[in-house]
């Protein structure tokens, strides 16, 4: 059982920046398949992020794509996502989420590849 735990969420104005980090217990960090997710109020959760076991394989959405960052460090058993200059439709309630993976190079962008969720972080972007 793998359990994730978020933080770095917080409250920013337009343009500023914030780091998100997830990290995980249990399980072999290093095998799994990360994501970072997003959910505004009334609205589904959508796909930001993922990388494989290494920063050589990631994914963005193109809404973010050029403005945030995934990494890992495997040592530290976390993941993070760098967010820069923010916008006010960024703000959501940001998930990241795992799943045991056999190649390296395997990522999803739906959430319902993965298998662990962490509790969320609250990102809110003022205009």
């Known amino acids: 059982q793998v359990q994730l735990v978020e933080s770095g969420g917080g409250l920013v104005q337009a343009g500023g920046s914030l780091r998100l980090s997830c990290a995980a217990s249990?399980?072999?960090?290093?095998?799994?398949?990360m994501g970072w997710f997003r959910q505004a109020p009334g609205q589904e959760r959508e796909f930001v992020a993922s990388?494989?076991?290494?920063?050589?394989?990631?994914s963005y959405t193109a809404f973010v794509r050029g403005r945030f960052t995934i990494s890992r460090d495997n040592s530290k058993n976390t993941v993070y996502l760098q967010m820069n200059t923010l916008k006010p439709e960024d703000t959501a309630v940001y998930y990241c989420?795992?799943?045991?993976?056999?190649?390296?190079?395997?990522?999803?962008?739906?959430?319902?590849?993965?298998?662990?969720w962490g509790q969320g972080t609250q990102v809110t972007v003022s205009s």
């Open positions: 249990g399980g072999t960090f290093s095998r799994y398949a």
């Open positions: 989420a795992a799943k045991e993976t056999r190649t390296s190079s395997t990522i999803y962008s739906s959430p319902r590849n993965y298998d662990y």
């Open positions: 990388v494989g076991w290494s920063d050589d394989t990631t």
